[in-house]
């Protein structure tokens, strides 16, 4: 069931399982009223309330799928289980502490300085402050798998979006709980949290490829509508970042050589517009993008890259 957001995107998809030992809630979204109340009239709907609860799962870590965990484990004391590697983001989490540090670290490496000290002096959203973020009771391992009362599941750890996405597979039905890892209409974000991973885009793609090496599976995302294929979906999302890269190499075989320059010689948002026509956050998404891209073609050897004064310059190998 979709709740409503109090952030730009419209809504996060909540699922309930049904199983014989009582419901199981999968992202139960942000720690809002608005989505809180939704939730709790969905639950009412089978004789259940937030008490009723046996155990929340989390695909990942992000406040709009992870917070009213935290919310009700402090409220009703529900079970909570999280991925395992997202910890390195809720140990580092210090909800008084400028919310982009470790980007704007990011930013200075990829020849962005000014807008590096514009994050730095950036408070953290209202919106996010006072929101819990607390170590679940469980991590959950890649593999693992939960049985619901009649209903498996197994987490299938998909790094890139952040460190310790799982994905849900019900075998049986031939479903994919897939979070954010794939969604149906956009291109989720990489390495969008506290602590990320420097190498989180070849993650990524890796942990696309698990699609299309896997039995095809009805998908069911964490935002837009169920689509019939997590294969065909994984696979246009990886053309689409082979598209990205391609554009990103001719940049460099034009002589730029910073993740700010090459971002600032691309198109951004279906609107095409430049670099320097986003927001501050935006701008910060779009060369954290192409960073994260340089990486991954220095990983496989298909630029170099050096460090020069703090700022990381890459060339096409
Ligand atoms: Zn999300």
């Known amino acids: 069931m979709p709740l409503a957001l109090p952030i730009e995107l419209e809504s996060v998809n909540c699922y309930l399982v049904l199983g014989d030992d009582g419901i199981t809630v999968v992202d139960p979204g942000w720690a809002w009223d608005d989505g809180e109340q939704r939730l709790v009239r969905a639950l009412a709907a089978f004789d259940a309330g937030p008490p009723d609860v046996r155990r929340i799962l989390a695909t990942h870590q ?4 992870y917070s009213l965990a935290c919310r009700w484990r402090r409220e009703f004391g529900t079970h909570v289980a999280l991925g395992r590697e997202e910890h390195h983001s809720i140990d580092d989490y210090e909800a008084d ?3 982009y540090l470790h980007q704007s670290e990011l930013l200075r490496t990829g020849g962005a300085p000014d807008l590096a000290a514009l994050m730095d002096a950036r408070t953290r959203p209202v919106l996010e402050r006072g929101l819990a973020f607390d170590s679940p009771d469980h991590w959950i391992s890649d593999g693992e798998r939960f049985d619901l009362g009649g209903v498996e599941l197994s987490a299938v750890h998909t790094p890139g979006h952040t460190r310790g996405h799982m994905v849900f597979v019900e075998d049986k039905a031939g479903l994919a709980l897939t979070g954010d890892h794939i969604l149906p209409r956009i291109t989720p974000s990489i ?3 506290n602590i990320a991973d420097p190498l989180a885009l070849v993650r990524y793609l890796e942990s696309l490829r698990l699609f299309l090496d896997r039995p095809d599976l009805g998908m069911l995302p964490a935002h837009g509508l169920p689509q ?3 294969a065909a979906r994984a696979a246009e999302l990886l ?3 082979d598209e990205r890269l391609a554009e990103i190499e001719s940049h460099l075989a034009a002589g730029l050589t910073t993740a700010h320059d090459v971002a600032a010689a691309m198109p951004w948002t279906r609107h095409a517009k430049r670099l320097d026509e986003l927001g501050p956050l935006h701008a910060m998404t779009a060369i954290l993008e192409v960073s994260s891209h340089l990486q991954y073609l220095a990983h496989v050897d298909r630029a170099a890259s050096t460090t020069r004064a703090g700022v990381a310059h890459y060339e096409l190998a």
């Open 239 to 241: 053309a689409h970042h």
């Open 97 to 99: 502490a400028p919310p």
């Open 62 to 65: 992000h406040w709009d799928h």
């Open 228 to 230: 019939p294929s997590t």
């Open 191 to 193: 390495a969008f949290e």
